[in-house]
Structure formats: structure tokens, C-alpha cells
């Protein structure tokens, strides 16, 4: 049996290697993956109470994760107390992990997670230098990993 162009290099590298599955694609294998809350908050664009999440009053050094796919979002170096009672940053890690969305509500843009479409918060016009802004997020949309 003659093997396409090719394919004989690939099978002498040994065993193929098992792939991960990739990210959840319905709402039944996010229900999986999250608890209610992110589920409403990630998934259905919902707002957790302000002043109840666990992230606003966070003062340690780390990064800002999404908490539906991991992917990196905030530094804590941006981080600033907004007293609006929710965690507010004033840019991104970069701005290849966020995705703004115009959302007509109240004139806010939304902020999505650009890897898994994760609905994190709004972005407002009222943050401090250097950007002006104030990435207004859910606690309860990201995770957090301590160090530097």
C-alpha cells in the first residue's frame, strides 16, 4: 500500500498526539464547565450585584483571567478602585484578548473575552490616566492568578 505525499514522515514521529477538546460550543457543555452565576453572567450577558464580587477589593499582583476559557485579560498594575463595586481597570492586558461591542443600553460598549466570546462587562469614557477609560468587569466573569 503506497501512503500519500508525505503522510509516511508523519506516522515515523511516533504516536499521534491526543488533541484537547476545544472549547464548549452549547449552552448544555458551558452549564458544564460554570457555576449558575457565570453561566449567566459569560453566557446570557448578565451583571453581578455591585459590591458582591470577589475581585473588587483584590490588592494582589496577578493577572486577570477570563473564567470561561483562561485566556489572560487584565494586568493588576492597571487595576484601580472605582468605587462602583466591581473590579476596574483602565486598559487590557492587550488588545488582542478584549473585543468591544457597541451595546445601545445606557451608551456603553460591552466588553466580550475575544477567545471564547464571553460577555465580561462595559467599558466606560470615566477611568484615569493614562487611557481615560474604565473597563468595568464581573468579578465573577474572571478568574485570577497570583505573581507577576
Same mark, same amino acid.
Given at each position: 500500500?503506497?501512503l500519500?505525499l508525505? /503522510?509516511?514522515?508523519?506516522? /515515523?514521529? &511516533?504516536?499521534?498526539?491526543?488533541?484537547?477538546?476545544?472549547?464548549?460550543?452549547?449552552?448544555?457543555?458551558?452549564?458544564?464547565?460554570?457555576t449558575?452565576?457565570q453561566?449567566?453572567i459569560?453566557?446570557?450577558? $448578565?451583571?453581578?450585584?455591585?459590591?458582591?464580587?470577589?475581585?473588587?477589593?483584590?490588592?494582589?499582583?496577578?493577572?486577570?483571567?477570563?473564567?470561561?476559557? &483562561?485566556a489572560?485579560?487584565?494586568?493588576?498594575?492597571t487595576?484601580?478602585?472605582?468605587?462602583?463595586g466591581w473590579?476596574?481597570?483602565? /486598559?487590557?492586558l492587550s488588545e488582542?484578548?478584549i473585543?468591544?461591542?457597541?451595546?445601545?443600553?445606557? &451608551?456603553?460598549?460591552e466588553?466580550?473575552?475575544?477567545?471564547?466570546?464571553?460577555?465580561?462587562?462595559?467599558?466606560f469614557?470615566?477611568?484615569?490616566?493614562?487611557? &481615560?477609560?474604565?473597563?468595568?468587569?464581573?468579578?465573577a466573569?474572571l478568574?485570577?492568578?497570583? $505573581?507577576?
Amino acid at each position: 500500500m503506497q501512503l500519500p505525499l508525505g /503522510a509516511s514522515s508523519i506516522l /515515523a514521529r &511516533g504516536p499521534f498526539i491526543k488533541m484537547e477538546k476545544s472549547m464548549p460550543e452549547t449552552d448544555q457543555e458551558w452549564k458544564k464547565k460554570l457555576t449558575p452565576e457565570q453561566f449567566h453572567i459569560l453566557r446570557e450577558k $448578565g451583571t453581578e450585584p455591585a459590591f458582591t464580587g470577589k475581585y473588587y477589593k483584590n490588592k494582589e499582583k496577578g493577572t486577570y483571567v477570563c473564567a470561561g476559557c &483562561g485566556a489572560e485579560l487584565f494586568s493588576s498594575d492597571t487595576k484601580f478602585y472605582s468605587g462602583t463595586g466591581w473590579p476596574s481597570f483602565y /486598559a487590557p492586558l492587550s488588545e488582542e484578548s478584549i473585543e468591544e461591542k457597541k451595546d445601545f443600553s445606557y &451608551g456603553r460598549k460591552e466588553v466580550l473575552c475575544k477567545k471564547c466570546q464571553g460577555h465580561l462587562g462595559h467599558v466606560f469614557n470615566d477611568g484615569p490616566k493614562p487611557t &481615560g477609560l474604565r473597563y468595568c468587569m464581573n468579578s465573577a466573569a474572571l478568574g485570577f492568578r497570583k $505573581g507577576k
